[in-house]
Nanobody, 122 residues
């Protein structure tokens, strides 16, 4: 049974940084991308970033230049480095696998974890 487990959330002030980690275990058949999405209270889920196994990345416009997604294939870990955090980045962040690549990744989520909370204060 494939499993994704997030960690690294916390509370920071605006302008601060956090690094989220996603540990993937089990065999994920048909996975073409792994990424992060977030959901703030009362809001819909929002795609943040994704990465293909070959290293191609996709970002939401709202995080371009501030967030960086990366992967350690050998360790099966996906990272999300978040710099210059803003209060509007406050949300629960989820790691998810997808059956699609590129900008379409968010439309074909297969599995996701329990999420990790990020709170950014002004």
């Amino acid at each position: 049974q494939a499993q994704l487990v997030e960690s690294g959330g916390g509370s920071v002030q605006a302008g601060g940084s956090l690094r989220l980690s996603c540990a993937a275990s089990g065999y994920m058949s048909g996975t073409y991308s792994v990424g992060w999405f977030r959901q703030a209270p009362g809001k819909e889920r929002e795609a943040v970033a994704a990465i293909e196994r070959r290293g191609i990345t996709t970002y939401a416009d709202s995080v371009k230049g501030r967030f960086t997604i990366s992967q350690d294939i050998a360790e099966s870990v996906i990272y999300l480095q978040m710099n210059n955090l803003k209060p509007e980045d406050t949300a629960t962040y989820f790691c998810a696998s997808s059956r699609l690549r590129g900008q379409l990744w968010f439309g074909a989520l297969d599995k996701w974890g329990q999420g990790t909370l990020v709170t950014v204060s002004s």
